[in-house]
C-alpha cells in the first residue's frame, strides 16, 4: 500500500497586475504575498507578521485593499492587483500620493510605506475631502512602529488636496477646500 500526498499541486493562472497581464505557474499553496515577491520580484510588498495583523502586505485587489499574506496566489486568477510600482517607479515623476508622502516626511523606515501608499490611493478614489480623525481611521488598519502616523495623516491629506485641486494642491484660496 503506498500513499502519495501531492505536495506540489500547481495552477496556471491569469490576472492582472499592476496593468499589465500576466499568466503563470503557482503552487496553489502558494500566497499572493509570496507570488508578488518571488515570482513577480515585486518586492514592495513587504511582509511584516504573515497573519494579516499588521497590514505591511496590502496591495490592492480591483481597487480595494487586502493582506497579501493572507490570500493564495490562486484566488487573484481573473482579478487587478496593484502594488505601489503600479504609480510610478520614476524617481523625477512621482504620482502625486508618492510626491505628499515625501513632501511631508510621511515615511520613516519605508517598511509600512508602499501599504500606507496603497491604501491612500483606495481611500481618496472617491474624492472626498476627510477629516485627521477620519484619515487616522482609514489608515489604521497598518501598523506604522516609526512615525508616530502624524506625517502620514499630513500625506493623505496633502495627496488628497494634489488629486482633487492639481499637483500643487492649491484649491482655491488656502490649502483645502
Request: charged share 25%; with cysteine.
Amino acid at each position: 500500500m503506498t500513499t502519495t500526498e501531492n505536495t506540489t499541486d500547481t495552477r496556471t493562472i491569469t490576472l492582472r497586475i499592476n496593468g499589465r497581464e500576466v499568466t503563470h505557474t503557482v503552487a496553489t499553496r502558494t500566497t499572493l504575498a509570496d507570488f508578488l515577491r518571488d515570482d513577480l520580484d515585486l518586492v514592495s510588498v513587504h511582509l511584516g507578521c504573515e497573519h494579516g495583523v499588521c497590514g505591511c502586505c496590502t496591495v490592492l485587489l480591483d481597487g480595494e485593499s487586502v493582506r497579501s499574506c493572507l490570500m493564495l496566489a490562486v484566488q487573484a486568477r481573473g482579478h487587478e492587483i496593484e502594488t505601489v510600482e503600479s504609480l510610478s517607479s520614476d524617481q523625477d515623476n512621482l504620482h502625486p500620493i508618492q510626491e505628499a508622502f515625501a513632501e511631508e516626511h510621511g515615511l520613516q523606515c519605508g517598511f509600512c510605506t508602499p501599504a500606507m501608499v496603497l491604501r491612500a490611493k483606495e481611500i481618496l478614489a472617491d474624492g472626498k475631502e476627510r477629516t485627521d480623525a477620519e484619515v487616522r481611521h482609514e489608515i489604521s488598519g497598518i501598523l506604522c512602529r516609526c512615525t508616530g502616523y502624524q506625517n502620514i495623516v499630513s500625506a493623505v491629506q496633502n495627496a488628497g488636496r494634489r488629486l482633487r485641486c492639481g499637483d500643487a494642491g492649491g484649491c482655491g484660496e488656502g490649502k483645502g477646500s
